[in-house]
Protein backbone atom coordinates (compact mmCIF):
# COMPACT_ATOMS: atom_id res chain seq x y z
CA UNK A 1 0.00 0.00 0.00
CA UNK A 2 2.89 2.57 0.52
CA UNK A 3 4.50 2.35 -2.28
CA UNK A 4 1.13 2.95 -4.14
CA UNK A 5 0.02 6.08 -2.14
CA UNK A 6 3.81 7.52 -2.35
CA UNK A 7 3.18 6.99 -6.01
CA UNK A 8 -0.43 8.72 -5.67
CA UNK A 9 1.26 11.70 -3.75
CA UNK A 10 4.23 11.71 -6.48
CA UNK A 11 1.31 12.57 -8.96
CA UNK A 12 0.09 14.66 -7.41
CA UNK A 13 2.69 17.01 -6.26
CA UNK A 14 3.61 16.89 -9.82
CA UNK A 15 0.25 18.10 -10.97
CA UNK A 16 0.30 20.97 -8.54
CA UNK A 17 3.59 21.83 -9.32
CA UNK A 18 3.20 22.13 -13.34
CA UNK A 19 0.38 24.89 -12.75
CA UNK A 20 1.81 26.71 -10.36
CA UNK A 21 5.12 27.00 -11.78
CA UNK A 22 2.68 27.64 -15.53
CA UNK A 23 1.14 30.58 -13.10
CA UNK A 24 4.92 31.76 -12.44
CA UNK A 25 6.13 31.48 -15.66
CA UNK A 26 3.42 32.77 -18.36
CA UNK A 27 0.07 33.39 -16.61
CA UNK A 28 1.09 36.10 -13.95
CA UNK A 29 3.64 37.71 -16.30
CA UNK A 30 0.67 38.43 -19.12
CA UNK A 31 -1.35 39.44 -16.34
CA UNK A 32 1.33 41.64 -15.15
CA UNK A 33 0.88 43.84 -18.22
CA UNK A 34 -2.63 44.79 -17.56
CA UNK A 35 -4.32 47.84 -15.96
CA UNK A 36 -5.05 47.62 -12.44
CA UNK A 37 -8.75 47.52 -12.63
CA UNK A 38 -8.30 45.29 -15.43
CA UNK A 39 -5.55 42.67 -13.80
CA UNK A 40 -7.23 42.78 -10.41
CA UNK A 41 -10.70 41.38 -12.22
CA UNK A 42 -9.02 38.96 -14.11
CA UNK A 43 -7.39 37.61 -10.88
CA UNK A 44 -10.73 37.74 -9.27
CA UNK A 45 -12.33 35.77 -11.78
CA UNK A 46 -9.88 32.88 -11.44
CA UNK A 47 -9.70 33.48 -7.85
CA UNK A 48 -13.58 32.06 -8.01
CA UNK A 49 -12.94 29.85 -10.80
CA UNK A 50 -9.73 27.82 -9.29
CA UNK A 51 -12.00 26.70 -6.14
CA UNK A 52 -13.67 23.86 -8.17
CA UNK A 53 -13.22 20.04 -6.93
CA UNK A 54 -10.76 18.97 -9.39
CA UNK A 55 -8.11 21.73 -8.57
CA UNK A 56 -9.23 21.20 -4.79
CA UNK A 57 -9.57 17.45 -4.85
CA UNK A 58 -5.82 17.11 -5.90
CA UNK A 59 -4.51 19.99 -3.85
CA UNK A 60 -5.78 18.59 -0.22
CA UNK A 61 -5.95 15.43 -1.07
CA UNK A 62 -1.99 15.26 -1.80
CA UNK A 63 -1.78 16.96 1.28
CA UNK A 64 -3.59 14.37 3.12
CA UNK A 65 -1.63 11.22 1.49
CA UNK A 66 1.75 13.08 2.66
CA UNK A 67 0.50 13.44 6.00
CA UNK A 68 0.22 10.09 5.67
CA UNK A 69 3.28 8.86 4.27
CA UNK A 70 5.47 11.03 6.50
CA UNK A 71 3.82 9.72 9.73
CA UNK A 72 4.12 6.50 8.33
CA UNK A 73 8.00 6.98 7.55
CA UNK A 74 8.47 8.26 11.30
CA UNK A 75 7.55 4.74 12.35
CA UNK A 76 9.80 3.31 9.93
CA UNK A 77 13.16 5.11 9.91
CA UNK A 78 15.09 2.40 9.48
CA UNK A 79 13.28 1.46 5.68
CA UNK A 80 16.08 2.52 2.99
CA UNK A 81 13.34 4.87 1.21
CA UNK A 82 11.67 6.31 4.52
CA UNK A 83 13.82 9.74 5.09
CA UNK A 84 12.68 10.64 1.32
CA UNK A 85 8.72 9.94 1.83
CA UNK A 86 9.51 12.52 4.70
CA UNK A 87 11.75 14.73 3.03
CA UNK A 88 9.12 15.24 0.17
CA UNK A 89 5.97 14.70 1.97
CA UNK A 90 7.42 17.93 4.62
CA UNK A 91 8.20 19.41 1.03
CA UNK A 92 4.63 19.92 0.47
CA UNK A 93 3.18 20.06 3.04
CA UNK A 94 5.40 23.27 4.17
CA UNK A 95 6.32 24.42 0.76
CA UNK A 96 3.24 24.16 -0.86
CA UNK A 97 0.46 24.20 1.66
CA UNK A 98 1.55 26.32 4.43
CA UNK A 99 3.16 28.89 1.95
CA UNK A 100 -0.46 28.82 0.09
CA UNK A 101 -2.67 28.97 3.35
CA UNK A 102 0.03 32.07 4.87
CA UNK A 103 0.77 34.09 1.90
CA UNK A 104 -1.93 33.32 -1.02
CA UNK A 105 -5.09 32.96 0.52
CA UNK A 106 -4.65 36.06 2.90
CA UNK A 107 -3.86 37.77 -0.68
CA UNK A 108 -6.63 36.84 -2.14
CA UNK A 109 -9.00 37.64 -0.01
CA UNK A 110 -8.20 40.95 0.10
CA UNK A 111 -7.69 41.26 -3.48
CA UNK A 112 -11.69 39.80 -3.13
CA UNK A 113 -12.78 42.62 -1.49
CA UNK A 114 -11.42 45.64 -3.79
CA UNK A 115 -13.65 47.44 -6.00
CA UNK A 116 -12.13 46.59 -9.67
CA UNK A 117 -12.86 50.07 -10.93
CA UNK A 118 -11.68 52.14 -7.71
CA UNK A 119 -8.39 53.57 -7.28
CA UNK A 120 -6.85 51.18 -4.19
CA UNK A 121 -7.33 48.58 -6.80
CA UNK A 122 -4.79 50.64 -9.37
CA UNK A 123 -2.84 51.01 -6.66
CA UNK A 124 -2.09 47.63 -4.78
CA UNK A 125 -2.49 45.46 -7.76
CA UNK A 126 1.46 45.94 -8.72
CA UNK A 127 2.41 45.00 -5.23
CA UNK A 128 -0.19 42.24 -5.31
CA UNK A 129 1.29 40.69 -8.52
CA UNK A 130 5.02 41.02 -7.11
CA UNK A 131 4.48 39.46 -3.68
CA UNK A 132 2.27 37.13 -4.91
CA UNK A 133 4.42 35.64 -7.70
CA UNK A 134 7.39 35.11 -5.67
CA UNK A 135 5.64 33.34 -3.31
CA UNK A 136 4.43 31.17 -6.25
CA UNK A 137 8.11 30.51 -6.71
CA UNK A 138 8.56 29.39 -3.60
CA UNK A 139 4.99 26.83 -3.62
CA UNK A 140 5.72 25.53 -7.13
CA UNK A 141 9.32 24.65 -6.77
CA UNK A 142 8.73 22.86 -3.12
CA UNK A 143 5.89 20.83 -4.91
CA UNK A 144 8.35 19.91 -7.72
CA UNK A 145 11.07 18.81 -5.28
CA UNK A 146 8.53 16.91 -3.11
CA UNK A 147 7.66 15.01 -6.99
CA UNK A 148 11.68 14.26 -7.31
CA UNK A 149 11.64 12.96 -3.45
CA UNK A 150 8.89 10.74 -3.58
CA UNK A 151 9.80 9.63 -6.97
CA UNK A 152 13.43 8.23 -5.89
CA UNK A 153 11.50 6.69 -2.73
CA UNK A 154 9.51 4.79 -5.51
CA UNK A 155 12.88 3.56 -6.80
CA UNK A 156 14.31 2.87 -3.44
CA UNK A 157 12.60 0.33 -3.13
CA UNK A 158 11.17 -0.93 -6.76
CA UNK A 159 14.76 -2.11 -8.30
CA UNK A 160 14.02 0.11 -11.06
CA UNK A 161 17.31 1.79 -10.78
CA UNK A 162 20.59 0.44 -13.37
CA UNK A 163 19.77 -2.95 -13.89
CA UNK A 164 21.99 -5.97 -13.26
CA UNK A 165 24.19 -6.97 -16.43
CA UNK A 166 26.68 -9.34 -17.43
CA UNK A 167 30.52 -8.53 -16.58
CA UNK A 168 33.38 -9.46 -18.35
CA UNK A 169 36.39 -12.12 -17.22
CA UNK A 170 39.30 -11.01 -15.20
CA UNK A 171 41.98 -9.39 -17.64
CA UNK A 172 38.83 -8.30 -20.68
CA UNK A 173 36.70 -5.95 -21.21
CA UNK A 174 33.99 -7.89 -23.53
CA UNK A 175 31.08 -8.72 -21.07
CA UNK A 176 30.26 -12.42 -21.07
CA UNK A 177 26.38 -13.78 -21.18
CA UNK A 178 26.70 -16.91 -19.82
CA UNK A 179 28.64 -18.12 -17.06
CA UNK A 180 30.94 -20.68 -19.18
CA UNK A 181 32.13 -17.69 -20.93
CA UNK A 182 33.40 -16.08 -17.94
CA UNK A 183 36.04 -19.03 -17.39
CA UNK A 184 35.67 -19.43 -13.86
CA UNK A 185 35.14 -22.73 -12.77
CA UNK A 186 36.70 -25.89 -14.73
CA UNK A 187 35.01 -28.96 -16.38
CA UNK A 188 31.18 -29.30 -15.82
CA UNK A 189 30.00 -25.97 -14.44
CA UNK A 190 27.23 -27.65 -12.05
CA UNK A 191 30.14 -29.12 -9.80
CA UNK A 192 31.98 -25.78 -9.03
CA UNK A 193 35.38 -26.41 -9.79
CA UNK A 194 37.35 -22.83 -9.30
CA UNK A 195 40.11 -22.28 -12.60
CA UNK A 196 43.71 -21.49 -10.64
CA UNK A 197 43.39 -18.08 -9.03
CA UNK A 198 39.48 -18.54 -7.64
CA UNK A 199 40.65 -19.23 -4.16
CA UNK A 200 37.37 -21.09 -2.36
CA UNK A 201 36.93 -19.16 1.67
CA UNK A 202 33.85 -19.40 3.57
CA UNK A 203 32.98 -16.79 6.71
CA UNK A 204 31.97 -17.76 10.55
CA UNK A 205 28.37 -16.75 10.51
CA UNK A 206 26.33 -16.29 7.05
CA UNK A 207 23.84 -14.21 6.21
CA UNK A 208 20.47 -15.81 6.31
CA UNK A 209 19.39 -16.33 2.88
CA UNK A 210 16.17 -18.75 2.53
CA UNK A 211 17.81 -21.32 3.97
CA UNK A 212 20.09 -21.49 1.03
CA UNK A 213 23.93 -22.83 0.57
CA UNK A 214 26.69 -20.58 -0.50
CA UNK A 215 29.92 -21.12 -2.25
CA UNK A 216 32.08 -18.54 -2.12
CA UNK A 217 35.06 -17.95 -4.09
CA UNK A 218 37.79 -14.73 -4.05
CA UNK A 219 39.79 -13.61 -6.97
CA UNK A 220 42.67 -11.20 -7.15
CA UNK A 221 44.85 -9.77 -9.58
CA UNK A 222 48.02 -11.05 -10.21
CA UNK A 223 50.77 -9.04 -8.72
CA UNK A 224 48.29 -7.40 -6.40
CA UNK A 225 47.61 -8.04 -2.83
CA UNK A 226 44.30 -7.88 -0.22
CA UNK A 227 45.05 -5.26 2.72
CA UNK A 228 44.08 -6.25 5.83
CA UNK A 229 42.76 -4.76 8.79
CA UNK A 230 41.14 -5.44 12.09
CA UNK A 231 38.18 -4.88 10.52
CA UNK A 232 37.45 -4.66 6.95
CA UNK A 233 39.65 -5.49 4.25
CA UNK A 234 40.64 -3.52 1.09
CA UNK A 235 40.18 -5.55 -2.34
CA UNK A 236 42.63 -4.40 -4.65
CA UNK A 237 41.02 -2.98 -8.02
CA UNK A 238 40.50 -5.95 -10.68
CA UNK A 239 39.05 -8.40 -7.41
CA UNK A 240 36.69 -10.86 -7.94
CA UNK A 241 33.93 -12.04 -5.53
CA UNK A 242 31.76 -15.02 -6.54
CA UNK A 243 28.76 -16.76 -4.39
CA UNK A 244 26.75 -19.39 -5.90
CA UNK A 245 23.46 -19.88 -4.15
CA UNK A 246 21.73 -23.50 -4.20
CA UNK A 247 18.80 -25.81 -2.37
CA UNK A 248 19.72 -29.48 -1.94
CA UNK A 249 16.86 -31.47 -3.64
CA UNK A 250 16.31 -33.84 -0.62
CA UNK A 251 18.20 -33.14 2.74
CA UNK A 252 17.43 -37.19 3.61
CA UNK A 253 19.82 -38.20 0.77
CA UNK A 254 22.78 -35.82 -0.25
CA UNK A 255 23.57 -38.07 -3.17
CA UNK A 256 20.62 -36.55 -5.13
CA UNK A 257 22.40 -33.38 -5.51
CA UNK A 258 20.99 -30.00 -5.39
CA UNK A 259 19.77 -27.13 -7.78
CA UNK A 260 21.96 -24.51 -8.08
CA UNK A 261 19.86 -21.05 -8.02
CA UNK A 262 22.10 -18.19 -8.99
CA UNK A 263 25.83 -17.26 -9.07
CA UNK A 264 26.23 -13.74 -7.85
CA UNK A 265 29.79 -11.19 -8.18
CA UNK A 266 30.92 -8.38 -7.22
CA UNK A 267 33.69 -7.30 -9.02
CA UNK A 268 35.84 -3.95 -7.62
CA UNK A 269 36.40 -1.03 -9.94
CA UNK A 270 38.36 2.26 -8.93
CA UNK A 271 34.74 3.67 -8.58
CA UNK A 272 33.38 0.86 -6.01
CA UNK A 273 31.66 -2.27 -6.51
CA UNK A 274 29.82 -3.62 -10.21
CA UNK A 275 27.72 -6.29 -8.95
CA UNK A 276 26.04 -9.02 -11.56
CA UNK A 277 24.63 -12.08 -11.25
CA UNK A 278 23.79 -15.42 -13.39
CA UNK A 279 20.59 -17.46 -12.93
CA UNK A 280 21.38 -21.45 -13.20
CA UNK A 281 18.86 -23.00 -16.32
CA UNK A 282 16.64 -25.80 -15.24
CA UNK A 283 19.02 -28.38 -16.84
CA UNK A 284 21.79 -26.96 -14.44
CA UNK A 285 24.10 -26.88 -17.40
CA UNK A 286 24.71 -23.41 -17.80
CA UNK A 287 24.27 -19.48 -15.94
CA UNK A 288 22.56 -16.62 -17.86
CA UNK A 289 23.14 -13.24 -16.92
CA UNK A 290 20.33 -11.86 -15.73
CA UNK A 291 19.04 -8.07 -14.91
CA UNK A 292 17.83 -9.38 -11.16
CA UNK A 293 14.70 -8.67 -9.35
CA UNK A 294 13.38 -11.76 -10.04
CA UNK A 295 11.17 -14.68 -8.48
CA UNK A 296 12.44 -18.71 -8.47
CA UNK A 297 10.30 -20.79 -7.52
CA UNK A 298 12.20 -23.56 -5.38
CA UNK A 299 11.31 -26.74 -3.62
CA UNK A 300 13.21 -29.45 -2.21
CA UNK A 301 12.23 -32.55 0.41
CA UNK A 302 13.39 -31.67 4.07
CA UNK A 303 14.44 -33.89 6.62
CA UNK A 304 10.97 -35.82 7.20
CA UNK A 305 10.36 -36.44 3.53
CA UNK A 306 8.11 -33.75 3.62
CA UNK A 307 8.00 -31.35 0.32
CA UNK A 308 9.10 -27.58 0.68
CA UNK A 309 9.06 -24.87 -1.58
CA UNK A 310 9.68 -21.12 -1.47
CA UNK A 311 10.16 -18.46 -4.13
CA UNK A 312 13.99 -16.84 -3.70
CA UNK A 313 14.19 -13.23 -4.75
CA UNK A 314 17.35 -12.53 -7.05
CA UNK A 315 18.14 -9.08 -6.13
CA UNK A 316 18.45 -6.22 -8.06
CA UNK A 317 21.02 -3.17 -7.90
CA UNK A 318 18.70 -1.53 -5.42
CA UNK A 319 18.81 -4.06 -2.94
CA UNK A 320 22.14 -4.60 -3.84
CA UNK A 321 23.63 -1.09 -2.76
CA UNK A 322 20.98 -0.96 0.14
CA UNK A 323 22.73 -3.81 1.94
CA UNK A 324 26.55 -4.01 0.74
CA UNK A 325 27.10 0.11 0.85
CA UNK A 326 29.73 -0.21 -1.39
CA UNK A 327 30.98 -2.73 0.90
CA UNK A 328 32.31 -6.52 0.82
CA UNK A 329 30.09 -7.59 3.65
CA UNK A 330 31.58 -10.69 4.47
CA UNK A 331 35.25 -9.91 3.98
CA UNK A 332 36.15 -8.78 7.47
CA UNK A 333 38.79 -10.26 9.68
CA UNK A 334 35.98 -11.22 12.29
CA UNK A 335 34.32 -13.34 9.85
CA UNK A 336 37.67 -14.80 7.93
CA UNK A 337 39.25 -16.08 10.82
CA UNK A 338 38.68 -19.30 11.55
CA UNK A 339 40.01 -23.24 11.14
CA UNK A 340 39.63 -24.89 8.05
CA UNK A 341 40.14 -28.62 6.38
CA UNK A 342 42.60 -28.12 3.28
CA UNK A 343 44.35 -30.38 1.01
CA UNK A 344 47.49 -30.34 3.35
CA UNK A 345 45.59 -30.61 6.57
CA UNK A 346 43.61 -28.52 8.93
CA UNK A 347 44.25 -24.60 9.53
CA UNK A 348 43.49 -21.43 9.88
CA UNK A 349 41.98 -19.10 6.89
CA UNK A 350 43.83 -16.81 7.19
CA UNK A 351 47.38 -18.56 7.05
CA UNK A 352 46.25 -20.33 3.67
CA UNK A 353 45.35 -16.56 2.18
CA UNK A 354 48.82 -15.94 3.19
CA UNK A 355 50.72 -19.31 1.87
CA UNK A 356 48.56 -18.08 -1.43
CA UNK A 357 50.10 -14.39 -1.31
CA UNK A 358 46.64 -13.16 -1.20
CA UNK A 359 47.10 -10.82 1.39
CA UNK A 360 49.90 -7.91 2.60
CA UNK A 361 49.71 -9.38 6.27
CA UNK A 362 48.35 -11.06 8.80
CA UNK A 363 45.83 -8.70 10.26
CA UNK A 364 46.32 -7.37 13.81
CA UNK A 365 44.11 -7.96 16.71
CA UNK A 366 40.49 -8.26 15.80
CA UNK A 367 36.87 -9.16 17.29
CA UNK A 368 35.88 -12.65 16.07
CA UNK A 369 32.74 -14.04 15.28
CA UNK A 370 31.43 -17.26 16.34
CA UNK A 371 29.37 -20.20 14.24
CA UNK A 372 25.72 -19.18 15.07
CA UNK A 373 25.36 -23.47 14.81
CA UNK A 374 28.18 -24.12 16.65
CA UNK A 375 29.46 -25.05 19.98
CA UNK A 376 30.75 -21.34 21.37
CA UNK A 377 28.55 -20.35 24.12
CA UNK A 378 25.09 -18.98 24.06
CA UNK A 379 25.89 -15.15 24.35
CA UNK A 380 28.90 -15.64 21.31
CA UNK A 381 26.66 -17.33 18.87
CA UNK A 382 23.69 -14.82 19.17
CA UNK A 383 25.31 -11.46 18.90
CA UNK A 384 27.34 -13.05 16.11
CA UNK A 385 24.25 -13.75 13.86
CA UNK A 386 22.72 -10.25 14.61
CA UNK A 387 25.97 -9.19 13.67
CA UNK A 388 26.64 -11.07 10.37
CA UNK A 389 22.85 -10.81 9.47
CA UNK A 390 21.57 -6.93 11.17
CA UNK A 391 24.48 -5.19 11.23
CA UNK A 392 25.27 -4.44 7.37
CA UNK A 393 22.28 -1.98 8.00
CA UNK A 394 22.04 -1.27 11.59
CA UNK A 395 25.79 -0.41 12.05
CA UNK A 396 28.09 2.36 10.86
CA UNK A 397 27.69 3.27 7.25
CA UNK A 398 24.66 0.99 7.11
CA UNK A 399 21.02 2.46 5.62
CA UNK A 400 19.65 2.15 9.14
CA UNK A 401 23.00 4.07 10.58
CA UNK A 402 20.27 7.05 11.55
CA UNK A 403 18.32 4.84 13.93
CA UNK A 404 21.23 4.49 15.96
CA UNK A 405 20.18 0.84 16.86
CA UNK A 406 23.26 -1.04 15.96
CA UNK A 407 23.62 -4.62 16.02
CA UNK A 408 27.47 -5.25 15.07
CA UNK A 409 29.15 -7.62 18.19
CA UNK A 410 30.20 -4.38 19.48
CA UNK A 411 26.78 -3.17 20.48
CA UNK A 412 25.35 -6.21 22.15
CA UNK A 413 27.25 -6.62 25.71
CA UNK A 414 24.80 -6.49 28.32
CA UNK A 415 26.01 -2.27 28.59
CA UNK A 416 25.06 -1.81 25.04
CA UNK A 417 22.53 -3.62 24.04
CA UNK A 418 18.84 -1.53 23.38
CA UNK A 419 17.04 -2.75 26.56
CA UNK A 420 13.95 -1.80 27.06
CA UNK A 421 14.22 0.55 24.03
CA UNK A 422 10.62 2.00 22.91
CA UNK A 423 10.41 1.53 19.39
CA UNK A 424 7.59 1.08 17.24
CA UNK A 425 4.12 -1.28 18.76
CA UNK A 426 4.78 -4.52 16.31
CA UNK A 427 2.27 -7.45 17.23
CA UNK A 428 1.92 -5.77 20.36
CA UNK A 429 5.65 -5.01 21.46
CA UNK A 430 6.98 -1.44 21.68
CA UNK A 431 10.19 -2.27 23.36
CA UNK A 432 12.92 -3.72 21.27
CA UNK A 433 14.66 -5.82 23.63
CA UNK A 434 13.12 -7.51 26.94
CA UNK A 435 15.60 -9.22 28.77
CA UNK A 436 14.31 -12.48 29.81
CA UNK A 437 11.73 -12.32 27.81
CA UNK A 438 11.74 -12.53 24.24
CA UNK A 439 7.65 -13.09 23.62
CA UNK A 440 8.20 -9.60 24.62
CA UNK A 441 10.67 -8.20 22.40
CA UNK A 442 10.35 -6.59 19.21
CA UNK A 443 12.85 -7.04 17.29
CA UNK A 444 11.85 -11.04 17.61
CA UNK A 445 8.62 -10.02 16.59
CA UNK A 446 10.05 -8.32 13.03
CA UNK A 447 11.93 -11.47 12.59
CA UNK A 448 8.57 -13.86 12.61
CA UNK A 449 6.76 -11.22 10.38
CA UNK A 450 5.76 -12.35 7.08
CA UNK A 451 5.39 -8.63 6.32
CA UNK A 452 7.95 -7.29 3.99
CA UNK A 453 8.35 -4.28 5.00
CA UNK A 454 7.96 -5.04 8.89
CA UNK A 455 10.14 -8.37 8.39
CA UNK A 456 13.43 -7.96 9.70
CA UNK A 457 16.27 -8.73 8.70
CA UNK A 458 16.10 -7.16 5.79
CA UNK A 459 17.05 -8.23 2.40
CA UNK A 460 16.13 -10.28 -0.54
CA UNK A 461 15.40 -12.97 1.75
CA UNK A 462 11.36 -13.85 1.91
CA UNK A 463 11.05 -16.02 4.63
CA UNK A 464 11.46 -16.07 8.23
CA UNK A 465 15.12 -18.15 9.88
CA UNK A 466 13.53 -20.82 12.31
CA UNK A 467 16.90 -21.84 13.67
CA UNK A 468 18.24 -17.82 13.93
CA UNK A 469 14.53 -17.12 15.84
CA UNK A 470 15.21 -20.18 17.90
CA UNK A 471 18.73 -19.16 18.98
CA UNK A 472 17.93 -15.25 19.70
CA UNK A 473 14.40 -16.57 21.41
CA UNK A 474 17.52 -18.60 23.54
CA UNK A 475 19.55 -15.81 24.33
CA UNK A 476 17.30 -13.03 25.57
CA UNK A 477 15.19 -15.89 27.58
CA UNK A 478 18.91 -16.51 29.36
CA UNK A 479 19.59 -12.71 30.36
CA UNK A 480 18.94 -11.30 33.60
CA UNK A 481 15.48 -10.58 33.81
CA UNK A 482 13.93 -7.18 33.66
CA UNK A 483 10.84 -5.15 33.39
CA UNK A 484 10.65 -2.10 31.00
CA UNK A 485 8.50 0.57 32.94
CA UNK A 486 5.62 1.65 30.44
Not at 54 to 71: Q, R
Not at 408 to 422: G, I, Q, S
Request: a neutral charge; charged letters at 20%.
Amino acid sequence: MTPFMTLLAALGCGLIAGIFLGFSNFVMPALARLRGGDGVRAMQSINRVVLNPGFLGVLLGTALICVGLALGALAEWSEPDAWLRFAGSCSYLVGTILVTVRCHVPRNDTLAKLPADGAEAERYWPEFVASWSAWNHVRGGAALVAAVLLTLALLAVSGCSRPLGPIAPPGSLTPAERLSELGIFEGELARQIPRKGFVPYDVNASLYADGARKRRFVYVPEGTRIQTSADRWELPVGSYLVKTFSFPRDLRNPALGERLIETRFMVRTEDGFTASTYVWNHAQTDALASRGDLDVPVSWLDERGMARQLVFHVPSTSQCAACHAGRALGFRSRQLDHLAEYDDGMHDQITHFASLGLIDRPPPAHVLLADPDGIAPLALRARSYLDANCSHCHGEGGSAERTDLFWDLEHTTLAEMPTCRATRRIDGRDRVLVPGHPEQSEFLARMRSPNRRVHMPRGPSTSADPAGISLLSAWVASLPEQLCEP
